[in-house]
């Protein structure tokens, strides 16, 4: 039986697939894959600020070591990596933060 950091290496050529479930996004600067986790809002903890969230996953192959305030692009929105990107094997789940915004 194959652990689950085993089965995210055979997996991750199908998961980071433009054809199948990746898009692309910018990195610095550079062209990478992601997979879309999430997309939701934050309050900043200022009354009627919120902060526009996405949480992607990566491939520890295109980005070693994501850190906090790392540039990306996704989607056309220029984001920023939140604090404490989560490893999991050969793949990163990251938070990316666009600017607060009022409402």
Same mark, same amino acid.
């Given at each position: 039986?194959?652990?689950?950091?085993?089965? &995210?290496?055979?997996?991750?050529?199908?998961?980071?697939?433009t054809?199948?479930?990746?898009?692309?996004?910018?990195?610095?600067?550079?062209?990478i894959?992601?997979v879309?986790?999430e997309?939701?809002?934050?309050?900043?903890?200022?009354?009627?600020?919120?902060?526009?969230?996405?949480?992607?996953?990566?491939s520890?192959?295109?980005?070693?070591?994501?850190?906090?305030?790392?540039?990306?692009?996704?989607?056309g929105?220029?984001?920023?990596?939140?604090?404490y990107?989560?490893?999991?094997?050969?793949?990163?789940?990251?938070? &990316?933060?666009?600017?607060?915004i009022?409402?």
């Amino acid at each position: 039986m194959t652990t689950f950091k085993e089965q &995210l290496v055979i997996d991750e050529p199908v998961f980071f697939n433009t054809d199948e479930f990746a898009e692309a996004a910018t990195y610095k600067g550079a062209e990478i894959k992601v997979v879309e986790a999430e997309v939701s809002e934050q309050s900043s903890g200022s009354p009627g600020f919120v902060v526009p969230l996405f949480s992607v996953y990566l491939s520890a192959r295109d980005v070693a070591r994501p850190k906090a305030g790392d540039a990306v692009v996704f989607r056309g929105v220029t984001c920023k990596v939140s604090a404490y990107p989560v490893s999991a094997g050969g793949v990163w789940k990251v938070d &990316l933060i666009k600017e607060t915004i009022q409402v």
